[in-house]
């Protein structure tokens, strides 16, 4: 894979868990902006920077993935998206304090050597 394909498919991965991560810590602010002075979620929500910000990160990271697919093999790219589950439980549990098992870092972990094994067999 040519390198400006990998830098792409990086990033398609990354602003994708990035935007994941911005809409979760919206919709949470929202959810106990709602609770505390009462009135809509969905209108919280559509008025939250972060909520906002996220879905438009999210739809350049869905860009930069359509862009990444006319470049490279699906059956490369995708096993990629392990590593935004990698990232987002990093993310949620260090950006959003939540708490996180030892069997989801096992699982994600295990996601990862997989990615690995993947790749690994491309190089032959």
Do not use: C, D
Not at 17 to 28: E, W
Not at 72 to 97: E, Q
Not at 100 to 117: D, F, P, Q
């Amino acid at each position: 894979m040519a390198l400006p394909s990998l830098l792409l498919l990086l990033f398609a991965v990354f602003s994708s868990a990035a935007g994941q991560i911005m809409l979760k810590h919206g919709m949470r602010s929202a959810a106990a902006v709602a609770e505390h002075s009462g009135g809509s979620l969905l209108v919280r929500a559509a008025t939250s920077p972060w909520v906002v910000v996220g879905l438009v990160v999210f739809g350049v990271s869905a860009v930069a993935w359509m862009s990444t697919l006319a470049q490279v093999p699906l059956n490369i790219a995708y096993p990629f998206n392990a590593l935004g589950y990698l990232l987002i439980v990093l993310a949620s549990s260090t950006v959003l304090h939540e708490r996180t098992s030892m069997w989801t870092w096992a699982g994600s972990l295990m996601v990862i050597a997989g990615l690995i094994t993947v790749m690994a067999g491309q190089q032959r």
